[in-house]
């Protein structure tokens, strides 16, 4: 079962930021937190992943707690091909690689 | 940059048939990976593999699922006969290792609807 909590849903204004919460409560010490998006039934596109400090990268900003329980993804200026849907991932460490994939949050940009 | 190919984009096949799907993984990526999506669903993992062998599968991949590193560079995921509910979005992936700070990088999926 995904380890990971997220809204169903949300939209966004075109321009602005983006926040994209997630829970992940139950997040061992040595587990990743991965982000995902897929647009429009493409392959899932590779965002972001983080341990315990924040991250960025010329894509988003990922900000994790102290207790590492939640992350946030943060788009800094949403554009219209944003929409998409954003998966959270926390990465199991004796998996051989795989990633379990949630139902993820539907992002809407709206212009 | 480099980037995960599949092919062909959709495949039309009639229950029963053999199908092959195709990937060409990123050039100095040592471990593979097949996942499917049927229309509506959540991404699903089927098979992961590495030197040549299955590394890990899940329940879903059963007998009538192979898969094969034929050559160098290509990839296939192969289905003995298919049935209707095949019908699914077929992601490759790639990664350079399988540790849990790697990257995998999807394909652009096959589509394959079966009749």
């Known amino acids: 079962d995904a380890k990971t909590t997220q809204p169903p849903s949300m939209d966004c204004a075109e321009g602005r930021a983006a926040n994209l919460p997630c829970n992940h409560s139950?997040?061992?010490?040595?587990?990743?937190v991965y982000w995902y998006r897929q647009i429009h039934s493409q392959g899932p596109q590779y965002i972001i992943h983080?341990?315990?400090n924040n991250e960025t990268n010329e894509m988003a900003s990922l900000i994790i707690t102290e207790d590492r329980k939640s992350s946030t993804l943060i788009l800094p200026h949403a554009t219209l091909r944003d929409t998409a849907v954003y998966y959270c991932?926390?990465?199991?460490?004796?998996?051989?690689?795989?990633?379990?994939f949630g139902a993820g949050t539907q992002v809407v940009v709206t212009p | 940059e480099p980037e995960v190919t599949q092919t062909p984009s959709h495949q039309v096949t009639q229950m029963g048939q053999e199908v092959i799907l195709r990937c060409v993984p990123i050039?100095?990526?040592?471990?593979f990976y097949w996942y499917r999506q049927i229309l509506g669903q959540k991404v699903e993992f089927l098979v992961s593999?590495?030197?040549?062998?299955?590394?890990?599968k899940s329940e879903i991949f059963d007998d009538q699922f192979s898969v094969e590193r034929p050559d160098g560079s290509n990839f296939t995921l192969k289905i003995r006969s298919t049935k209707l509910e095949d019908s699914a979005m077929y992601f490759c992936?790639?990664?350079?290792?399988?540790?849990?700070?790697?990257?995998?990088?999807f394909g652009p999926g096959t589509r394959l609807t079966v009749l």
């Open positions: 139950t997040i061992s010490g040595n587990e990743y």
């Open positions: 593999f590495y030197n040549n062998e299955i590394s890990e």
């Open positions: 050039s100095n990526h040592l471990y």
């Open positions: 992936a790639s990664s350079a290792l399988a540790t849990s700070t790697d990257t995998q990088y």
């Open positions: 991932i926390v990465r199991v460490t004796d998996s051989w690689g795989k990633f379990q």
């Open positions: 983080g341990l315990k």
